[in-house]
């Protein structure tokens, strides 16, 4: 099958060579010169502005979206409404918010395009081991789109499928996206506790490699949490600062309009925002009323 791939980041690159590797034709894209020059030298076709991709595929066209979420995703996928035709399929497999996948689906139904949004896991791994992939769309386009989800899945009838019309994959993502904050709280906290308790000397990478085999804890989460502690015990050289891309919130948000208690997903996004503090005024508040109501004494500030 043939297929554009727009936005040669890591998992746009993984994934374009997943591709090529099981047979299928690749026109690759990005703004930079360098990494369409890499996809060639892997077997894609380069092209160097999207009026080439689309003069490069056969009619009805396939075009992946793989940009960050936001005005980059808007922009790329109104610049290739101008250039396409009726019938051709614009796919968005980046992390956008379910909410602009529906209104960018209306706005190109409006115009004949079929539009399918691929909530997509795997990160790194995903060139190897093969993606997760959450598919919202219209029936009959997701199932034309069929060999290329099972070229990028980990098998042909594993981690792939159509969860609902247009929107539902990126809602899927979403609260998988959620769901992966909790789990990566949880393994955390459990993980400081044992580092905490001195006195019986644990060893954490040991103790991973323990749970990764018959605990009912096990997972792929875990086996990398094994694989961290094996390579750098103390984590050494690592700041206690954790970014978030966006989903976590998302979900959160989702969660309070929806009337729904997620508390876990929710302290984990919480705890990811206090990670970024120094010193958070808030808890400088409590010494201080501490101090106040009962002189208590206060640590100075270093």
Same mark, same amino acid.
């Given at each position: $099958?043939e ?5 040669l980041?890591?998992m746009?690159?993984?994934m374009t060579? /997943?591709?090529l590797?099981?047979g299928?034709r ?14 060639? =030298?892997g077997?894609?076709?380069g =092209?160097r502005?999207?009026?080439e ?10 075009? *992946?979206?793989m ?6 995703t808007?922009?790329t996928? $109104?610049a290739?409404?101008?250039r ?5 399929v614009?796919?968005?497999g980046g ?6 996948? $529906? ?8 115009? !004949?395009? /079929? ?6 896991s795997?990160?790194v *791994?995903?060139?190897?081991? !093969?993606?997760?992939?959450?598919v919202?769309?219209?029936e ?8 290329i989800?099972?070229a990028? =899945?980990?098998a042909?009838?594993?981690g792939?499928?159509?969860v609902?019309p247009?929107?539902a ?8 996206n959620?769901i992966?904050y ?6 955390a906290e459990g ?9 019986f000397?644990?060893?954490l ?5 323990i *749970? ?10 875990l ?6 502690l ?5 984590l050494?050289?690592?700041a ?8 976590g919130r *998302?979900?959160?948000?989702?969660a ?5 208690s997620?508390?876990?997903i ?5 705890n990811?925002?206090?990670?970024r503090?120094?010193?958070?005024f808030?808890d ?6 501490r101090n106040q109501?009962?002189?208590?004494a ?5």
């Amino acid at each position: $099958m043939e297929i554009a791939m727009i936005g040669l980041g890591k998992m746009g690159a993984n994934m374009t060579t /997943r591709l090529l590797g099981k047979g299928h034709r690749v026109v690759a894209f990005d703004v930079k010169e360098e990494a369409v020059r890499a996809a060639e =030298a892997g077997g894609a076709i380069g =092209a160097r502005t999207l009026d080439e991709v689309v003069g490069k595929l056969p009619a009805p066209r396939v075009v *992946w979206v793989m940009v960050p979420s936001g005005n980059p995703t808007d922009a790329t996928i $109104m610049a290739l409404a101008e250039r396409l035709s009726p019938g051709d399929v614009v796919i968005d497999g980046g992390n956008s918010n379910y909410k602009d996948t $529906m209104r960018r689906g209306a706005e190109l139904e409006k115009r !004949g395009l /079929r539009f399918v949004d691929v909530g997509t896991s795997g990160g790194v *791994w995903g060139l190897s081991e !093969g993606y997760s992939m959450m598919v919202g769309g219209e029936e009959a386009a997701v199932e034309r789109l069929r060999p290329i989800f099972e070229a990028l =899945a980990p098998a042909s009838d594993k981690g792939w499928g159509r969860v609902g019309p247009s929107g539902a994959g990126h809602f899927v993502k979403m609260v998988h996206n959620g769901i992966e904050y909790g789990l990566m709280q949880a393994y955390a906290e459990g993980f400081e506790l044992m580092q905490r308790k001195t006195g019986f000397g644990l060893n954490l990478g040991r103790i991973a490699e323990i *749970w990764r085999h018959g605990s009912v804890v096990r997972s792929w989460l875990l086996d990398l949490t094994a694989d961290a502690l094996a390579k750098n015990p103390g984590l050494d050289g690592i700041a206690a600062y954790v970014p978030d891309s966006g989903e976590g919130r *998302w979900t959160a948000i989702e969660a309070i309009e929806t009337g729904v208690s997620l508390p876990v997903i929710t302290m984990a996004l919480q705890n990811r925002f206090r990670s970024r503090e120094e010193a958070p005024f808030g808890d400088k508040l409590l010494a201080a009323m501490r101090n106040q109501f009962g002189g208590h004494a206060v640590k100075g500030a270093k």
